[in-house]
Nanobody, 114 residues
């Protein structure tokens, strides 16, 4: 599975962005699409997950502000009420029904700053 993330950019605090993750290849093998982020000097952290049955899970730091969704081979992360601490490179990751990683997108930079 190949993944390509896009949609990052510069946004003011309180603003919104929508990230996209385009999957190609063996799309039917994807159970979960996961969004991670890595801020400068910090470890990569899991932000949101959506399974093939539509079940979602979020990190506490983004609950109520971020919404994850998917549509066939596309994954989306709608980010609202953005804060400077949301600044990071965001990556999408696909996992199989066995829990194995199927691939990572290249990352897209989100900068929240006035």
């Amino acid at each position: 599975v190949q993944l390509q993330a896009s949609g990052g950019g510069l946004v003011q605090p309180g603003g919104s962005l929508r990230l996209s993750c385009a999957a190609s290849g063996s799309i039917a093998s994807i159970r979960s699409i996961m969004w991670h982020r890595q801020a400068p000097g910090r470890q990569r952290e899991l932000v949101a997950v959506i399974d093939s049955d539509g079940a979602t899970n979020y990190a506490d730091s983004v609950k109520g502000r971020f919404t994850v969704s998917r549509d066939n081979g596309m994954g989306y992360l709608q980010m609202s009420s953005l804060k400077p601490e949301d600044t990071a490179v965001y990556y999408c990751n696909a996992r199989s029904y066995y829990g194995t990683s199927l691939g990572w997108g290249q990352g897209t930079l989100v900068t929240v700053s006035s």
